[in-house]
């Protein structure tokens, strides 16, 4: 026995159940809302990731709650404490802050994105727990930078709501078909409409006077040429060694530049050149909210002057945080004119109490399959010692499939499901092509022994694995990826299968008909 | 035991007999292509489309009465034919827990949620409802895309069965087997009217995984393993039939209980693959591969 535990197989797999067991985490009874995201100004103390539990020493315990509580607060400072699971199940740590909180429109803005708290780590995605998902067709096909600029519109864009977490992923298809997909929690479908339609107001500051206004832009350049280099990020080298320099052209109207040339003339230079800038930066805001990271120098030179094609630079250590810091800011340049029109293609609205009654009725499916499956495998072997490993070894599977999709932070649609579900039936197919082999090779003349008879049972197996790994790597590249939920689980499923249980369930039977 | 003389009993008349059952695949392979090639030309399209491939909308809600006459009533105001009308029941008790609703073509969402609130007697709109909708315009490619798909899985898989078998017939025979599954699938599901949509790719490649897998186990023990062939045989099937009595009640499970309607659609492409596949498996690909090693003997 004591070695049948020291072998490698059962180990992994012991090993792999605790791990899931930790990923999974199930069982997060704790009162508060899951922060998702944090912006200026709540970003200045807390992280995302963490448990909200009090604003101004008021509890909140839910997602009604927090938002009731928002609704009525003043801008005053505010005080959040929130809890950081360092190690689940284990150690946690209890944190306060505060911060100034901004006013926008009337409002009082934290930049909280909040979520109910769930109770495992595992993401179900929109189908599942309510929400919208967009999706979002470009005009005509865009270059990789247009893409990247584009998700960075509609970024800045979306994020100008802040209240609500809405991640953009960018997916394309076989025949080059572009999409921008937007999937987010609560909220309706009017919202989205109408935060794609508008766009975020745009202003530049220096002081308290606006220099120039997203109208004010004509255009941004977005890509430089060789013989044009109006956007680009070169090397420099400054005290702290070579870093990276990023400029870009923006094309303003002719009041801009006057107004421009205006407001430099009232300020004072600091230090000398190269390094001389005027006493006062050059603020970005969005919608009156102030850009993160939005505040540039400007170099003496341009004092009181009538520049109507100003660069924009920045610095930073290295090229490719330049590059996605230029990318950010071009895109809130451009913020009103995307690359090229987008058209909504397809919306999804899925309201949480049906979300609720697809995820129970799934799960009875789920564990009545299970428990079929088990029954068949009874009455064709009629022994428990048989039979119980093949039942624990396939919950095993789940368990350990759940567990890396939570790792990797893979939403797990109606589609993944599926997968799921049907890997339960053709994943207790391995270890029948096992059990038959190693029970057969027995009666067999061929006298071979356990060993061997499972070494060839394996031939099969991973014969089996590798197909089914070819039919679902192809669905990478399926329809806007529409498919890829249903792919990827399927793929976790099987691998975990080859690589952790299929081996354990092979010691395990080698064990007990030796034994 | 009577079941497994039952089952000898089989075995060995399949052993007699396998030239002359190779008859019955052919036969329903003929069937299958010539219903989709004469559906195309009647109709214009080898099978149905759902709305995930010609744009529409669909709506799904939740109520604790029957209707038996949504559909009838949709089609009456909304002024279209082009609607589908799924019962949402209750896992266990069966009861109707809500309707999922499909509707083709341009219509707007507002007319569409008042002739369904007019239907049913209460408000339904967009928030006490789940509401999808696509526009045609995603669909313009999508039969290219995945047949392009289907050929690079079916392309790896002859390559995988090449490897393992190290010969060319195996290989090709696996490959003829697992497409007359999806030329049969999509045979069955035309015929009872079912509409092919995005989900259906899905359950279309798991079926090309499980066919072949099949496919393989039986080659396996038909040209790898050593004694006599009625033995071998007598092992295939009897590992076979547990592995597919397997997968017919996990998918069945998961048509008949599910709620879902993507979750039921791969459930019954499933469900329809594996039978198909059990008759192409055994009266096909092991028929050829058996001729095969016959022939090598000799």
């Not at chain 1, 199940?89 to 006013?103: G, N, R």
């Not at chain 2, 090639?37 to 009647?42: A, L, T």
Request: aromatic fraction near 10%; proline fraction near 2%.
């Amino acid at each position: 026995m004591k070695k049948f535990l020291k072998d490698f197989r059962i180990i992994l797999l012991i090993i792999s159940l605790i791990m899931s067991f930790f990923f999974i985490h199930v069982g997060n009874l704790r009162q508060g809302v899951f922060v998702q995201s944090t912006r200026n100004p709540a970003s200045q103390c807390m992280p995302s990731g963490v448990i909200l539990t009090s604003i101004n020493d008021h509890e909140i315990t839910n997602l009604t709650d927090y938002y009731s509580y928002v609704e009525g607060i003043s801008n005053e400072t505010v005080r959040v404490r929130f809890v950081q699971e360092k190690l689940p199940y284990f150690y946690s740590k209890e944190q306060t802050c505060a911060f100034l909180p901004l006013t926008v429109n009337n409002k009082t803005y934290l930049g909280i994105g909040v979520q109910n708290l769930k109770l495992t780590r595992i993401d179900f995605g929109t189908e599942i727990e309510g929400g919208v998902k967009v999706l979002l067709e470009p005009e005509r096909k865009l270059s990789q930078e247009e893409v990247a600029i584009t998700m960075n519109v509609l970024e800045q864009r979306l994020n100008v709501f802040g209240i609500k977490e809405m991640p953009i992923t960018y997916v394309n298809d076989l025949s080059g078909n572009q999409y921008f997909k937007i999937e987010f929690a609560g909220g309706t479908m009017e919202e989205v409409k109408s935060l794609l339609e508008q766009a975020g107001h745009f202003e530049a500051r220096i002081g308290n006077e606006t220099v120039f206004a997203g109208n004010d832009v004509l255009d941004v350049c977005l890509i430089g040429t060789q013989s044009n280099p109006c956007a680009q990020v070169v090397p420099i080298s400054s005290e702290n060694g070579i870093v990276n320099r990023f400029s870009f052209t923006v094309y303003l109207t002719e009041e801009a530049a006057k107004r421009f040339a205006e407001i430099t003339s009232k300020l004072s230079e600091v230090g000398i050149e190269p390094n001389c800038y005027l006493n006062q930066t050059i603020d970005f805001y969005i919608d009156n909210i102030p850009v993160e990271g939005g505040k540039l120098n400007i170099a003496c030179d341009m004092k009181n002057k009538t520049i109507t094609t100003p660069s924009i630079t920045g610095v930073r250590k290295s090229k490719k945080d330049a590059q996605s810091e230029m990318r950010r800011l071009q895109a809130i340049l451009k913020s009103g004119n995307l690359p090229s029109k987008l058209s909504i293609v397809q919306t999804e609205k899925v309201s949480p109490s049906l979300g609720k009654s697809f995820a129970k009725n799934t799960l009875i499916v789920f564990l009545f399959a299970i428990i079929m499956v088990d029954l068949v495998i009874a009455l064709r072997y009629k022994k428990l010692k048989i039979v119980l490993p093949i039942i624990l070894v396939s919950l095993s599977e789940i368990f350990i499939t759940l567990g890396v999709a939570a790792l990797i932070h893979w939403t797990i649609d109606l589609a993944g499901i599926a997968g799921i579900i049907a890997s339960v039936g053709t994943g207790v197919d391995d270890q029948i092509v096992i059990t038959d082999e190693v029970i057969r090779g027995g009666e067999a003349k061929e006298v071979i022994g356990v060993k061997q008879r499972i070494k060839k049972a394996f031939g099969i197996v991973f014969a089996s694995f590798a197909v089914m790994l070819a039919t679902m790597l192809p669905l990478f590249w399926s329809h806007a990826g529409l498919l890829k939920g249903f792919a990827v689980t399927t793929i976790i499923a099987t691998s975990v299968g080859i690589l952790i249980t299929r081996p354990a369930y092979g010691k395990i039977i080698e064990k007990i008909l030796k034994g | 035991m009577s079941l497994l003389s039952e089952y000898n009993k089989i075995a060995e008349f399949y052993d007699k007999n396998y030239k002359k059952l190779m008859i019955i695949p052919f036969v329903i392979i003929l069937f299958s292509t010539s219903f989709l090639i004469f559906h195309k030309i009647s109709s214009g399209d080898f099978f149905y489309k759902d709305i995930s491939l010609r744009g529409g909308i669909s709506v799904t809600f939740s109520v604790n009465q029957e209707n038996k006459q949504l559909e009838e009533n949709l089609v009456k105001i909304l002024g279209t034919e082009d609607v589908n009308v799924r019962e949402l029941r209750d896992a266990i008790s069966q009861k109707i827990k809500g309707y999922e609703v499909q509707i083709g073509g341009d219509i707007d969402k507002e007319t569409i949620f008042s002739a369904l609130s007019e239907i049913m007697g209460f408000e339904i709109n967009e928030t006490n409802s789940s509401f999808g909708k696509q526009t045609a315009l995603i669909n313009s490619s999508f039969i290219w895309d995945n047949l392009v798909l289907l050929f690079i899985a079916f392309l790896f898989v002859t390559l995988v069965a090449f490897y393992y078998f190290k010969s060319v017939t195996p290989a090709l025979t696996i490959i003829i087997s697992t497409f007359m599954d999806i030329i049969n699938i999509l045979a069955v599901l035309t015929l009872f009217k079912i509409k092919i949509g995005i989900g259906s790719i899905g359950g279309l490649l798991m079926i090309i995984g499980f066919s072949s897998d099949s496919d393989i186990l039986i080659s396996t023990y038909i040209l790898k393993r050593k004694g006599k062939m009625l033995d071998k045989i007598k092992k295939a099937f009897f590992t076979e039939f547990t592995m597919e009595l397997a997968a017919y009640v996990t998918f069945t499970i998961m048509y008949l209980f599910s709620s879902i309607g993507i979750i039921k659609h791969i459930a019954l492409i499933l469900l329809i693959g594996t039978f198909s596949d059990a008759i192409n498996s055994w009266l096909f690909s092991a028929a050829v591969q058996r001729l095969y090693v016959e022939g090598k003997k000799k």
